[in-house]
């Protein structure tokens, strides 16, 4: 069965770092596009980063040039590196799988990022 | 960047009644949507593909339609487990993606 388990949340001061992982498991994780998408508390989803199976990374303008996605497919791993954090990047985070059909077809149980002062 | 405008926000319904919710995409999307559901606490769960596709093990009261920059997802009968918030996301072309606002069904 194809899972994905999300780890690295805590709690952090504004200007702190953090780094998420996500472990991959029953399927082949090195075909797939992978993504994080977010949700704070009480809103709605939002998308994060991307990153393709070739390589090529995506972010949201909220994240560019703070935030850093990358894969190690020989440990089934998606990484998002969380740096200069900012009190709105508090909230859940997902990692999803980009399925064939070009939809989100497996989630993690997310991992929670808070940031406060 | 693409943005989804998804209507309404919130929807106040009853067991069998028939409810539509709509995204529009701000340029063309073809038909690179699909639907999630999410309960309160739980991870979002993917209902449509490809704005019509629906997947295996959901409900066949569910159904997607559209193409281009207008789409609805229809539950053409609630039943008491359809209580929930609901959200479209274009995957069209590079990122970055974008979810709708969400649609609360209470």
């Known amino acids: 069965e194809a899972q994905l388990v999300e780890s690295g949340g805590g709690l952090m001061h504004p200007g702190g770092s953090l780094r998420l992982s996500c472990a991959a498991s029953g399927f082949t994780f090195s075909s797939y596009d992978m993504h994080w998408v977010r949700q704070a508390t009480g809103k709605g989803l939002e998308w994060v980063s991307a990153i393709r199976t070739a390589g090529d990374t995506y972010y949201s303008g909220s994240v560019k040039g703070r935030f850093t996605i990358s894969r190690e497919n020989n440990k089934n791993l998606l990484v998002l590196q969380l740096n200069g954090l900012r009190v709105g990047d508090t909230a859940v985070y997902y990692c999803a799988r980009e399925s064939q059909g070009d939809a989100f077809d497996i989630w993690g149980q997310g991992t929670v990022v808070t940031v406060s002062s | 960047d693409i943005q989804m405008a998804q209507s309404p926000s919130s929807l106040s319904a009853s067991v069998g009644d028939r409810v539509t919710i709509t995204c529009r995409a701000s340029?063309?999307?073809?038909?690179?949507l699909s639907w999630y559901q999410q309960k309160p606490g739980k991870v979002p769960k993917l209902l449509i593909y490809?704005?019509?596709s629906l997947v295996s093990g959901v409900p066949s009261r569910f159904s997607g339609s559209g193409s281009g920059t207008y789409f609805t997802l229809t539950i053409s009968s609630l039943q008491p487990e359809d209580f929930a918030s609901y959200y479209c996301?274009?995957?069209?072309?590079?990122?970055?993606?974008?979810f709708g606002q969400g649609t609360k069904l209470e």
């Open positions: 996301l274009q995957t069209y072309s590079r990122p970055p993606y974008t």
């Open positions: 490809a704005a019509s």
């Open positions: 340029q063309s999307i073809i038909t690179y």
